[in-house]
Protein backbone atom coordinates (compact mmCIF):
# COMPACT_ATOMS: atom_id res chain seq x y z
CA UNK A 1 0.00 0.00 0.00
CA UNK A 2 1.17 3.11 -1.15
CA UNK A 3 0.76 6.77 0.52
CA UNK A 4 -0.44 9.33 -1.87
CA UNK A 5 -0.52 12.61 -0.70
CA UNK A 6 -2.91 13.82 -3.10
CA UNK A 7 -5.49 11.40 -2.06
CA UNK A 8 -4.79 12.34 1.36
CA UNK A 9 -5.37 16.17 0.89
CA UNK A 10 -8.61 15.00 -0.83
CA UNK A 11 -9.97 12.90 2.42
CA UNK A 12 -9.97 16.31 3.98
CA UNK A 13 -10.69 18.71 1.20
CA UNK A 14 -8.24 21.08 1.16
CA UNK A 15 -4.60 22.49 2.80
CA UNK A 16 -6.51 24.68 5.27
CA UNK A 17 -8.75 22.47 6.70
CA UNK A 18 -5.72 19.90 6.90
CA UNK A 19 -3.23 23.05 8.75
CA UNK A 20 -6.76 23.90 10.94
CA UNK A 21 -7.10 20.20 12.47
CA UNK A 22 -3.05 20.12 13.38
CA UNK A 23 -3.41 23.74 14.43
CA UNK A 24 -6.08 22.42 17.00
CA UNK A 25 -4.64 18.91 17.84
CA UNK A 26 -1.37 20.94 18.51
CA UNK A 27 -2.69 23.56 21.30
CA UNK A 28 -4.60 20.08 22.44
CA UNK A 29 -1.29 18.60 23.23
CA UNK A 30 0.50 21.64 24.38
CA UNK A 31 -2.07 23.04 26.71
CA UNK A 32 -3.22 20.22 28.10
CA UNK A 33 -2.11 19.13 31.94
CA UNK A 34 -0.93 15.84 33.16
CA UNK A 35 -3.84 14.04 34.01
CA UNK A 36 -5.35 14.63 30.44
CA UNK A 37 -1.58 12.81 28.94
CA UNK A 38 -2.04 10.10 31.46
CA UNK A 39 -5.47 9.62 30.32
CA UNK A 40 -4.48 9.35 26.79
CA UNK A 41 -1.03 7.82 26.86
CA UNK A 42 0.41 11.08 25.67
CA UNK A 43 3.66 11.52 28.06
CA UNK A 44 5.84 9.63 26.08
CA UNK A 45 5.10 10.90 22.90
CA UNK A 46 4.88 14.29 24.27
CA UNK A 47 8.40 14.24 25.66
CA UNK A 48 9.73 12.18 22.46
CA UNK A 49 7.79 14.72 19.68
CA UNK A 50 6.94 17.82 21.50
CA UNK A 51 9.85 20.34 19.86
CA UNK A 52 7.96 19.07 16.48
CA UNK A 53 4.76 19.32 17.86
CA UNK A 54 5.35 22.67 18.56
CA UNK A 55 6.73 23.61 15.13
CA UNK A 56 3.93 22.27 13.33
CA UNK A 57 1.16 23.87 15.73
CA UNK A 58 3.42 27.42 14.93
CA UNK A 59 3.44 26.84 10.98
CA UNK A 60 -0.35 25.47 11.04
CA UNK A 61 -1.30 28.58 12.91
CA UNK A 62 0.23 30.53 10.93
CA UNK A 63 -1.33 29.01 8.10
CA UNK A 64 -4.96 29.21 9.46
CA UNK A 65 -4.71 32.61 10.48
CA UNK A 66 -3.45 33.70 7.34
CA UNK A 67 -6.34 31.70 5.70
CA UNK A 68 -8.56 33.32 7.80
CA UNK A 69 -7.41 36.82 7.19
CA UNK A 70 -7.74 36.23 3.22
CA UNK A 71 -11.21 35.21 3.94
CA UNK A 72 -12.03 38.54 5.65
CA UNK A 73 -10.41 40.43 3.36
CA UNK A 74 -12.02 38.27 0.25
CA UNK A 75 -15.37 38.83 1.80
CA UNK A 76 -15.04 42.71 2.68
CA UNK A 77 -13.63 43.50 -1.47
CA UNK A 78 -17.12 41.38 -2.16
CA UNK A 79 -19.32 44.02 0.21
CA UNK A 80 -17.77 46.99 -0.98
CA UNK A 81 -18.26 45.75 -4.59
CA UNK A 82 -21.72 44.97 -4.09
CA UNK A 83 -22.28 48.27 -2.61
CA UNK A 84 -20.29 49.96 -5.33
CA UNK A 85 -22.96 47.68 -8.16
CA UNK A 86 -25.55 48.59 -6.10
CA UNK A 87 -25.02 52.42 -6.33
CA UNK A 88 -24.23 52.35 -10.61
CA UNK A 89 -27.63 49.90 -10.74
CA UNK A 90 -29.31 53.19 -8.86
CA UNK A 91 -28.13 55.62 -10.88
CA UNK A 92 -29.05 54.26 -13.74
CA UNK A 93 -32.32 53.56 -12.36
CA UNK A 94 -32.22 57.13 -12.00
CA UNK A 95 -31.02 58.17 -14.79
CA UNK A 96 -34.00 56.87 -16.89
CA UNK A 97 -36.51 58.51 -19.27
CA UNK A 98 -39.73 59.60 -17.50
CA UNK A 99 -41.68 56.77 -19.71
CA UNK A 100 -39.39 54.26 -18.59
CA UNK A 101 -39.72 55.00 -14.91
CA UNK A 102 -43.63 54.89 -15.00
CA UNK A 103 -43.38 51.32 -16.51
CA UNK A 104 -41.12 50.62 -13.56
CA UNK A 105 -43.77 52.16 -11.09
CA UNK A 106 -46.46 50.19 -12.44
CA UNK A 107 -44.83 47.38 -11.08
CA UNK A 108 -43.69 49.03 -7.73
CA UNK A 109 -47.74 50.53 -7.63
CA UNK A 110 -48.87 46.70 -8.06
CA UNK A 111 -46.50 45.16 -5.59
CA UNK A 112 -45.55 42.74 -8.29
CA UNK A 113 -43.06 41.93 -9.83
CA UNK A 114 -44.70 39.72 -12.70
CA UNK A 115 -47.25 41.73 -15.08
CA UNK A 116 -49.13 41.79 -18.35
CA UNK A 117 -48.80 45.90 -18.36
CA UNK A 118 -52.55 45.82 -20.03
CA UNK A 119 -51.37 44.65 -22.89
CA UNK A 120 -52.83 42.27 -25.12
CA UNK A 121 -51.28 41.80 -28.24
CA UNK A 122 -47.38 43.01 -28.26
CA UNK A 123 -47.26 43.43 -31.66
CA UNK A 124 -49.18 46.23 -31.63
CA UNK A 125 -48.86 47.71 -28.10
CA UNK A 126 -45.26 47.66 -26.88
CA UNK A 127 -43.56 50.74 -26.22
CA UNK A 128 -40.35 51.95 -26.79
CA UNK A 129 -39.74 52.77 -23.42
CA UNK A 130 -40.57 49.25 -22.65
CA UNK A 131 -38.43 47.98 -25.37
CA UNK A 132 -35.65 49.63 -23.93
CA UNK A 133 -36.26 48.48 -20.33
CA UNK A 134 -35.75 44.48 -22.18
CA UNK A 135 -32.88 45.75 -24.12
CA UNK A 136 -30.83 46.97 -20.51
CA UNK A 137 -32.02 43.50 -19.18
CA UNK A 138 -33.98 45.13 -16.66
CA UNK A 139 -37.69 43.27 -17.22
CA UNK A 140 -38.11 39.93 -19.39
CA UNK A 141 -40.87 38.86 -21.54
CA UNK A 142 -42.54 35.72 -21.03
CA UNK A 143 -45.47 34.10 -22.34
CA UNK A 144 -48.82 32.97 -20.87
CA UNK A 145 -51.50 31.73 -23.07
CA UNK A 146 -49.60 33.52 -26.08
CA UNK A 147 -50.02 36.89 -24.04
CA UNK A 148 -46.99 38.77 -23.54
CA UNK A 149 -45.99 38.91 -19.69
CA UNK A 150 -43.04 41.26 -18.32
CA UNK A 151 -40.86 39.98 -15.00
CA UNK A 152 -38.51 42.76 -13.41
CA UNK A 153 -35.11 41.13 -12.75
CA UNK A 154 -35.05 40.23 -9.26
CA UNK A 155 -31.49 42.54 -8.19
CA UNK A 156 -33.49 45.44 -10.21
CA UNK A 157 -37.18 44.84 -8.15
CA UNK A 158 -34.67 44.68 -4.74
CA UNK A 159 -33.03 47.99 -5.28
CA UNK A 160 -36.62 49.53 -6.74
CA UNK A 161 -38.21 48.49 -3.77
CA UNK A 162 -35.54 49.78 -1.34
CA UNK A 163 -34.35 52.85 -2.85
CA UNK A 164 -37.62 53.98 -5.13
CA UNK A 165 -37.54 57.60 -3.34
CA UNK A 166 -33.98 58.21 -5.07
CA UNK A 167 -34.72 56.74 -8.24
CA UNK A 168 -37.91 58.33 -8.69
CA UNK A 169 -36.88 61.86 -8.27
CA UNK A 170 -36.58 64.22 -10.76
CA UNK A 171 -33.07 65.03 -12.14
CA UNK A 172 -33.19 68.41 -11.11
CA UNK A 173 -33.97 67.91 -7.57
CA UNK A 174 -32.23 64.83 -6.76
CA UNK A 175 -28.96 66.50 -8.01
CA UNK A 176 -30.04 69.70 -5.54
CA UNK A 177 -30.73 67.01 -2.74
CA UNK A 178 -27.01 65.76 -2.49
Do not use: C
Amino acid sequence: MNFNITDFFKLFGSIYKIAFILFLSGLFLILSNDKVRELFYLQEFIKQFGLYIGIITLISGVVTILNIFSKVLTWLNNKRGLKQATQDIIESLSNLSLDEKRILAHFLANKTQTSNLGIEYESFQQSKPLNTLMAKGYIKKSYVNMNPHFHIETIIWDILQKNWQEIFYENEFHSRSR
